[in-house]
T-cell receptor
Framework: NAGVTQTPKFQVLKTGQSMTLQCAQD?????MSWYRQDPGMGLRLIHY???????DQGEVPNGYNVSRSTTEDFPLRLLSAAPSQTSVYFC??????????????FGPGTRLTVL | DAKTTQPNSMESNEEEPVHLPCNHS???????IHWYRQLPSQGPEYVIH???SNVNNRMASLAIAEDRKSSTLILHRATLRDAAVYYC???????????FGTGTRLQVFP
């Protein structure tokens, strides 16, 4: 298994540009999520999905869209990039197990700079 | 969401035990206590979690206070590879949301 993969690893955008950060997992996990991490900070939840066709907002959803058409993929779209979205973005997934179990698997991250 | 409080940083020598504290005085009866760690330039990695009883796994032990208002992550013999930021997180029952704080940066010296 490749686990959770993210592309690209690095990206530079100009203000106002749009782009999609890709996330895929090959573990048949139902739950997937996106976080951002600003320098010296912990991770903040952007959006999450509990299965194909179902998404919901996290702590900081503004400026981002998500969709979940398949179990494997959970792309994150930046609609009109702003310098405040400069951050490292992490995707995570977890298996469908009883709610007492919650080991989430994180991808390696995408470092995004918006000029 | 219930909050956690951790020291900003801690230091240890290699092969010594490390006790990483976490305070969570507003924890509710059904909140799980999770620990993740983040090595430099990597995504977070699950370490351990528990509800009421102490827990052990191959990576660490989790000691939970009887009133559940605090917990301690125990690394039995620190290695250089354990240098990371350790996050103590409360997760409400029937949710998948992990609310990260700023964590404790652990330095391990040879």
């Amino acid at each position: 298994n490749a686990g959770v993969t993210q592309t690209p690893k690095f990206q530079v955008l100009k203000t106002g540009q749009s782009m999609t950060l890709q996330c895929a997992q090959d573990m048949n996990h139902e739950y997937m999520s996106w976080y951002r991490q600003d320098p010296g900070m912990g991770l903040r939840l952007i959006h999450y999905s509990v299965g194909a066709g179902i998404t919901d907002q996290g702590e900081v959803p503004n400026g981002y869209n998500v969709s979940r058409s398949t179990t494997e993929d959970f792309p994150l779209r930046l609609l009109s990039a702003a310098p405040s979205q400069t951050s490292v973005y992490f995707c995570a997934s977890r298996p469908t197990l009883p709610s007492s179990y919650n080991e989430q698997f994180f991808g390696p991250g995408t470092r995004l700079t918006v000029l | 969401d219930a909050k956690t409080t951790q020291p900003n940083s801690m230091e240890s020598n290699e092969e010594e035990p490390v006790h990483l504290p976490c305070n969570h005085s507003t924890i509710s009866g059904t909140d799980y206590i999770h620990w993740y760690r983040q090595l430099p330039s990597q995504g977070p990695e699950y370490v351990i979690h528990g509800l009421t009883s102490n827990v052990n796994n191959r990576m660490a032990s989790l000691a939970i206070a009887e009133d559940r208002k605090s917990s301690t992550l125990i690394l039995h013999r620190a290695t250089l590879r354990d240098a990371a930021v350790y996050y103590c997180i409360l997760r409400a029952l029937n949710t998948d949301k992990l609310i990260f704080g700023t964590g404790t940066r652990l330095q391990v010296f040879p």
